[in-house]
């Protein structure tokens, strides 16, 4: 007898224009009812992979009030199945026997599907975006992420495309903030990895002392499960983490048409951070790339990635965005010339008139605040807050920190001395002297960058954003 297809609530067509106008994260329940990758729980995956090593990391169970970046864990080659056994404390695991279970968590993060899986290319068809309105998207575009109790990701917001996230086994708790609350998440570069800015602040555990603009944040918290599947907006940041003993997601990051802008800003940013943390400096002996960049490129070609981003951005012309018909369109999935989706995700403001189908199978999620998602009100970032959002351990943010250039000074009135008599004075009391990181903070800001891209491409894009 040949098996049932489950009735979804939503088809493609609909699934695609619901996810063109959503403003906010939100959940589809039922969508994924029949998808062979629901098989995929770490035990599984284990068979599938069998002898084959790929790289876990690993971070200290300890609470603190700062985030653990990528930079300070620990990495190790190990196998699933050794995984599996460190995580029911046995015997023959591998590189984790240094690494209790009891004290340590251990995240396969980012690993792409195509990659795992080059040999079993089948697989690929198990994941079927193709059921959200993505016409041949699975696993190909997809990635894996296989972790522990406590495994987490350093809070974020993505400067490419949007987010789909399918729980596979386990459950993952999201605490997401909207874009408008950037500055009081206290964006920063450092480390360095393309498309991602992190933020200062330990979400769960801040120092209010260090970051008193996150006390106005505004958290939206969803504990996400298996066979549901979460859609993070555009610059949304998150913070996730494991909250099951073994925890498995897949997702997929769908490209918007503003990711030609956005590639603009990430090789300005690049050029910046590198140029200046390649500098010989006593304060640039740190960590500062992530180790998920491969390497550190020459500023010359950073300056030839920048002149590609500009070029391909001038190519291709300013595309304005059009929503599909209403409802729920019969045509297949709309593209544009190089083959992105044209999804909401540029601030575009849905008209009053659009009512989502929120309901059993699509759940908006919620400010802990209890605050509606269709009222949240925008943040309005006064004029020079753009560098305040990035002050350093110990500022007040006052003026002297920002410094004045008073009549008839210059800055080679300041010598060696001078700074050291500066430090010596500030050894532990007051302000902190202001270090790379410090400016860089400022230099490659969010607001700033964009501000820069927009010059860019009005002088050579031959455009205006």
């Not at 995929?40 to 069998?50: F, I, K, M, N, Y």
């Not at 408008?180 to 393309?194: F, H, N, S, V």
């Not at 753009?386 to 800055?411: I, Q, R, Y």
Request: charged residues 25%; glycine residues 6%; contains cysteine.
């Amino acid at each position: 007898m040949a098996a049932v297809t489950p009735i979804k609530p939503f088809s493609p067509e609909e699934t695609r224009w619901i996810l063109e106008h959503l403003q906010h994260p939100s959940v589809f329940l039922n969508m994924t009812q029949g998808w062979p990758v629901l098989h995929w729980t770490a035990q599984h995956l284990s068979g599938c992979l069998q002898d084959r090593l790929i790289r876990f990391r690993l971070g200290r169970k300890e609470a603190t009030n700062a985030p653990l970046f990528e930079t300070q864990c620990s990495y190790i080659e190990a196998t699933v199945t050794q995984f599996l056994r460190w995580t029911q404390h046995q015997t023959d695991v591998g590189s984790f026997s240094e690494y209790p279970c009891s004290e340590y968590w251990a995240y396969a993060d980012y690993k792409y599907i195509t990659t795992l899986f080059h040999d079993q290319p089948s697989m690929f068809e198990d994941v079927k975006w193709s059921e959200f309105g993505f016409e041949g998207r699975n696993g190909k575009e997809s990635t894996l992420w296989i972790g522990s109790e406590g495994a987490n990701t350093p809070c974020h917001l993505d400067t490419y495309g949007c987010n789909l996230v399918l729980q596979v086994q386990g459950r993952k708790r999201w605490h997401l903030f909207p874009p408008e609350d950037t500055a009081k998440l206290y964006p920063t570069r450092i480390p360095y990895e393309e498309s991602s800015v992190f933020s200062q602040v330990h979400v769960l555990h801040p120092d209010l002392r260090k970051f008193p603009q996150f006390q106005g944040a505004r958290a939206h918290t969803v504990t996400l499960e298996p066979g549901q599947v979460l859609y993070v907006p555009r610059h949304w940041w998150h913070y996730v983490e494991s909250i099951d003993p073994i925890t498995v997601s897949v997702n997929s990051w769908i490209e918007l048409e503003v990711d030609d802008a956005a590639r603009v800003s990430e090789a300005v940013t690049r050029t910046v951070v590198c140029a200046m943390k390649s500098a010989l400096s006593d304060d640039n002996a740190d960590t500062w790339l992530n180790p998920t960049e491969e390497e550190k490129l020459s500023h010359e070609e950073n300056m030839q990635y920048l002149n590609l981003a500009v070029s391909a951005q001038r190519k291709r012309g300013l595309f304005h965005r059009k929503p599909s018909p209403d409802p729920r369109a019969t045509q297949p999935a709309k593209r544009d010339s190089c083959g992105r989706l044209k999804l909401r995700g540029d601030g575009v403001k849905v008209p009053a008139s659009v009512r989502l189908p929120f309901g059993q199978h699509l759940i908006p999620v919620k400010c802990q605040e209890d605050e509606p998602e269709e009222t949240v009100p925008e943040e309005t970032v006064p004029e020079d807050s753009s560098c305040d959002a990035a002050v350093s351990p110990g500022e007040d943010g006052s003026a002297g920190a920002k410094g004045k250039h008073t009549c008839g000074a210059d800055l080679t009135q300041f010598s060696s001395c001078n700074l050291a008599t500066e430090r010596g004075n500030n050894q532990g009391s007051g302000p902190s002297l202001i270090t790379t990181n410090d400016l860089l903070d400022c230099l490659v800001h969010p607001d700033i960058i964009s501000r820069v891209t927009e010059l860019l491409l009005e002088r050579h894009g031959g455009g205006h954003l």
